[in-house]
């Protein structure tokens, strides 16, 4: 029994070894500061959507997502918030994150090459997951509120850009005011980044 024991603590402790390893190599980061949560951890900087430890992360956790499509079943995903960040037109087309019917303002890098300031919520299968189920893109036309979708508790709807609208339930009513908080962070500095820009 001692053995079993020992070989069962091993184990456990190996599997929290690797646990670590892939927590850090997906660049995944746990904000505890109250003074760094938001989207002011990160200044708006070029990002092409496809290295997971150089994304503008700001907030980051499990909630449980109401099916986009069929609009039945809950299931629990891994969210990544990021930060207002620049990327390219194609780069949010390839990941489905805008349509060739929206309309988008381009500002022009000094390279002279056309760009898009948005922020983002990006969710996983789980938190070791490195390929995104999904790309919804934050800025200036989103919002945030309370839901009571399907009469669940701690449920809050986040409006994206392209006017899909997210249900999204978490544990409990302090985390929906943190996530709340965050989009609510990121949408202003997306739109405050913009102003900026339109005034240099």
């Not at 929290?16 to 746990?30: E, I, P, Y």
């Not at 700001?58 to 069929?70: P, Q």
């Not at 200036?140 to 999204?168: D, H, I, P, W, Y």
């Amino acid at each position: 029994k001692l053995e079993a024991r020992a070989r069962s603590a091993s184990v456990a402790n190996s599997d929290n070894v690797v646990r670590q390893a892939l927590h850090r190599l997906n660049g995944h980061r746990s904000i505890t500061n109250a003074d760094e949560m938001g989207a002011s951890v990160a200044k708006p900087r070029f990002w092409d959507l496809t290295d997971n430890a150089a994304a503008p992360v700001c907030l980051e956790g499990n909630l449980k997502k109401l099916a986009r499509v069929s609009q039945r079943n809950w299931k629990t995903r891994y969210f990544k918030l990021l930060a207002p960040f620049y990327t390219t037109f194609e780069a949010l087309k390839e990941r489905k994150a805008i349509s060739k019917h929206e309309s988008v303002v381009m500002e022009q890098s000094k390279d002279g090459e056309n760009r898009i300031l948005c922020g983002m919520l990006v969710y996983y299968s789980d938190m070791f997951s490195t390929k995104a189920k999904g790309f919804l893109r934050i800025g200036a036309n989103s919002s945030v509120k309370s839901s009571v979708k399907g009469g669940k508790e701690c449920v809050f709807e986040v409006t994206c850009e392209n006017g899909e609208r997210l249900f999204l339930q978490a544990e409990n009513i302090d985390l929906v005011a943190q996530w709340r908080s965050a989009i609510d962070d990121v949408i202003t500095k997306t739109v405050n980044a913009a102003i900026s820009r339109r005034v240099k």
